[in-house]
């Protein structure tokens, strides 16, 4: 049954994954065992099952996949960076995945993860990392403590260049962060958390929010735009837009049951605000506006929520396995193999809802 499942799973690798180990030199080296499917099952197993470099030496050695060792699956790991990269971009144009850049832009999105290490003893660590779209290059990692003081979501984690256009969701949404991309001569897209992030309009008063958006959206795809001010240390400011759109009656009915869900969960009295803002996906840009209009913001926040499945899968991943903390090569090694993962495994979940009644697809497993 290994073998059988594994045909199963090698069907939905893309389709020129054996001639990328080749070009991006993954099997440079090596003395025997030179074949990218032996070498690819081993990397798999170590970064999808979460298994320890050295339980996975072992594992693939009884199965007769491989007779690499632990240090030899980790310098394999390190030297396969650049084609685990490729064979993540490969996936994402064989899924139909888009590629277009938005403006002529390429958008760096950032996120992070946690990570346990393995053992009933072991630490929380959080990774911040920043993805190119659409290349999904991995421009920057770093690893702090899961909790304490500077280690939790926010752009001043990352270093910013001029000219950097940086799209990050609610958890983001600081006042702080903002200013400090500003400061680098960045520009950035966040989802707007109306309770962390508090905007002035032009004149500095407090920015009604709820009213304008209750009073100018009224109905399903409606855009509105407004200029605001982030307020900051010191009396300083920073200029951008609000720019929001009101979503389907069924996306509202799903947001506003989350909302419920999470505010009993956490035993939290449910503000009526909370569900009016429910109806909106709200984003705070200073995009310029003579290159973005209000429908070009939305659509580069769009643009992340059409690979948000894959980074949850990422996120659920992340947490398996050692993550090689103290060389920088083989974590983004690491990352891109998860990504890849990740990808592998949304495929094969949107696949599923069509499989066929013997479970897989003839024409994949004959190619």
């Known amino acids: 049954m290994l073998d059988e499942d594994w045909e199963v799973v090698k069907s939905f690798f893309p389709k020129n994954w054996r001639k990328l180990a080749k070009s991006r030199h993954a099997l440079k080296g090596l003395r025997k065992d030179k ?54 971009v490969s996936l994402l144009r064989e899924s139909g995945k888009p590629e277009k850049r938005i403006r002529g832009r390429e958008l760096r999105l950032f996120d992070s993860s946690l990570i346990k290490e393995q053992g009933p003893t072991g630490s929380f660590w959080r990774i911040h990392y920043s993805m190119r779209v659409p290349s999904l290059r991995c421009d920057f990692f770093k690893l702090t403590p899961a909790k304490g003081k500077g280690n939790g979501d926010t752009f001043v984690q990352y270093p910013i260049n001029s000219g950097d256009y940086i799209i990050a969701d609610r958890g983001y949404s600081q006042a702080q962060g903002i200013h400090y991309i500003s400061l680098e001569n960045g520009y950035v897209c966040v989802r707007v958390n109306q309770q962390s992030l508090k905007v002035n309009d032009l004149e500095g008063n407090p920015f009604s929010l709820l009213p304008k958006l209750e009073s100018t959206l009224k109905k399903m795809g409606t855009i509105g735009k407004w200029n ?84 949850k899968r990422f996120k659920q991943l992340a947490q398996l396995g050692h993550l090689p903390k103290k060389d920088p090569v083989s974590v983004e090694a690491w990352l891109y193999g998860k990504l890849f993962v990740a990808i592998l495994t949304q495929r094969i979940i949107d696949y599923a809802n069509s499989f066929s009644p013997w479970g897989y697809d003839m024409e994949r497993i004959s190619n």
Request: hydrophobic share 35%; aromatic share 8%.
């Open 35 to 88: 074949d990218p499917e032996q070498l690819l099952r081993a990397l798999l197993i170590h970064l999808g099952c979460g298994h320890s470099l050295r339980e996975t030496s072992v594992r693939v050695y009884h199965s007769g996949i491989s007779e690499l060792s632990d240090v030899a699956l980790l310098k394999r790991l390190r030297k396969s960076k650049d084609w685990l990269h490729s064979l993540c």
């Open 228 to 311: 605001v001010l982030v307020p900051g240390k010191n009396g300083t400011s920073v200029s951008g837009r609000i720019c929001a759109i009101r979503k389907s009656i069924e996306a509202t009915r799903k947001a506003q049951k989350k909302t419920r869900n999470r505010a009993s969960k956490n035993g939290e009295k449910l503000n009526t605000d909370t569900l009016l803002f429910a109806k909106y996906i709200i984003l705070f840009t200073t995009f310029p506006e003579e290159d973005f209009s209000a429908e070009d913001v939305l659509e580069g926040y769009r643009f992340r929520w059409q690979i948000e499945l894959i980074f």
